[in-house]
């Protein structure tokens, strides 16, 4: 028609390849071929964008680098620790992102498997959408050392000291390995002992436990009436149970986890029968020491001067702590903790002039039966005084003190009286004085603290510990000080502790009227109502 003069039409079309959104090409991997079962290696992955949209490094459109497992079925097989990866930078089309420093975890099982690569958006494999993925074939195997543990008893939830216990293991065999029983370099079952902050502990002489014959791989052996002893000192403890290959390596330096339990060492007795009196509701005192922290007793009239809480032990013990619980603002807004072994002549162990928490009280070492706690405040606010629960801790005597002046005089500072005191008289003070405490034996405390006459508190001062060795430690230190000696450190194994004057007073002596140790891992005694 056109040749015959008939008009046409013309527009500009733009004509381009069908590429789809997203769609990638990858360039290189360079990983590893060959894992350790549970075990990761490193990768280096280039992927280029092919595709007609970015990929963002944020957003909810972010794209990701991700991977997972096929097995010989084509199944998926979840592997522990396995991640996603951002992009670097916003990757346009025709770009190319790189991922360096990927860590993959592989499969906790030996086995033939197919590592794929795959991109992943808003929580979305890209592969579901048509983009392709790389994929490399891995092989799996067992490490040379490896357990699998199993308690077939349950642990308690203490231990006494010093002592021989019995444990029940099954442990099976899943490293490429043999355990051989016999031999030069047989395997042994061994365990360690760690302090809190992970420091080894005695006993160090620990026992080693023969296996009744090979382990092949793949294969268990179950361990009954194992025996372990308990560290001498009391406190919180990490026990860890371990494989050893005889003057070869401990499996866990070839990374085979170990078999580890926390536990506490403890003397403590339970549930002893007591009694109660108190100025204000006698019939409820029980509920004070019932055990159940939904009860207390209650004095049912505001707190004034004068109320007291007596408890009757039921026979004399060595106590070294205190402590009543008060739900709510039911605290005594102050108080006097005496002491007593017969009920009738009664000493100062500890008093607050203002109290605003649940009482906690140490005090050296000291045989009582009676504890009495008075209320010696009117408070400001209307409250009755409360008590939910009352606990107290046991300990054994402590051998004594010792001091650089006026020696004779130092069991008055651990004689659990605040009226008595021992000091320096007429010389003031200076560096290098100093006082120190036998606790008798070995046990794991974390703080001291020093009651002191008045202006007789040490003008500076550094605390130090030591076991039986006599190795001194020190654990605080303060050169300027004007108040009460009060200081927490970290839980540490000692049987003497030592305050040294680090600073002068031209004026004062220094004196100590209660010398306070304060245990770890205190042995709590929780009592009941007599029947």
């Known amino acids: 028609f056109q040749w015959r003069g008939s008009p046409v039409h013309e527009a500009g079309v733009q004509v381009r390849p069908a590429v789809p959104d997203y769609a990638a090409q990858w360039l290189t991997f360079q990983g590893p071929e060959r894992l350790l079962a549970g075990q990761s290696g490193a990768a280096v992955v280039e992927v280029k964008n092919t595709g007609a949209l970015p990929w963002p490094q944020t957003g909810t459109n972010a794209v990701r680098l991700g991977y997972r497992w096929l097995d010989a079925q084509g199944n998926v097989v979840p592997a522990s620790g396995a991640q996603t990866w951002p992009v670097s930078r916003q990757i346009e089309p025709g770009q190319v992102a790189t991922f360096r420093d990927l860590v993959v975890a592989a499969p906790a099982q030996p086995g033939a498997y197919r590592l794929v690569l795959d991109l992943v958006q808003a929580g979305t494999w890209l592969s579901s959408r048509g983009v392709t993925v790389m994929e490399r074939a891995v092989q799996v195997v067992a490490p040379e050392y490896g357990v699998v543990w199993q308690v077939l008893s349950p642990w308690p939830a203490w231990l006494p000291p010093n002592e021989v216990h019995q444990v029940d293991l099954l442990l099976r065999n899943t490293g490429s390995r043999p355990w051989l029983a016999g031999g030069r370099t047989p395997v042994h079952l061994a365990y360690t002992w760690f302090t809190r902050d992970g420091r080894l502990s005695e006993p160090l002489d620990t026992f080693r436990i023969l296996l009744p014959g090979d382990v092949p791989p793949g294969g268990t052996v179950t361990l ?160 009755t005084w409360v008590i939910g629960e009352i606990t107290v801790s046991v300990a054994e005597a402590w051998a004594g003190a010792d001091a650089s002046h006026y020696a004779g005089d130092a069991g008055e500072a651990i004689d659990t009286r605040l009226r008595t005191a ?105 009592g009941r109502q007599r029947t």
Request: glycine share 8%; charged share 20%.
């Open 224 to 383: 009954r009436g194992v025996p372990y002893r308990t560290p001498a000192a009391l406190g919180n403890y990490l026990l860890r149970w371990d494989l050893v290959e005889e003057g070869v390596t401990w499996f866990f330096r070839q990374g085979a986890p170990p078999l580890e339990v926390t536990l506490e060492i403890s003397d403590r007795s339970l549930f002893l029968p007591w009694t109660a009196q108190a100025s204000h509701n006698q019939e409820g005192t029980f509920l004070a020491f019932d055990g159940n922290p939904q009860t207390a007793w209650n004095s049912t009239a505001n707190q004034e001067p004068g109320m007291w809480f007596q408890v009757d032990l039921g026979q004399v013990l060595i106590l070294d702590r205190f402590r009543a619980a008060s739900p709510g603002r039911g605290f005594p807004a102050g108080y006097r903790l005496k002491l007593s072994t017969d009920g009738q002549d009664w000493h100062l162990a500890a008093e607050k002039d203002q109290n605003w928490s649940n009482v906690d009280v140490a005090f050296a070492p000291c045989p009582a039966r009676y504890v009495r706690l008075e209320q010696t405040v009117q408070p400001s606010w209307t409250a």
């Open 422 to 526: 021992w000091n320096t008289r007429a010389v003031k003070q200076r560096p290098g004085m100093w006082f120190e405490v036998d606790m008798g034996s070995v046990r794991r405390i974390e703080g001291r603290t020093l009651e002191h006459p008045t202006s007789q508190m040490p003008r500076g001062y550094a605390v130090s510990v030591a076991g039986s060795d006599r190795t001194w430690q020190e654990v605080a230190r303060k050169d300027d000080n004007w108040g009460q000696v009060d200081v927490r450190f970290t839980d540490t194994a000692a049987r003497s502790v030592r305050v040294e004057t680090s600073n002068s007073s031209p004026y004062h002596p220094w004196g100590i009227s209660e010398f306070v140790v304060w245990r770890a891992s205190p042995v709590w005694l929780v």
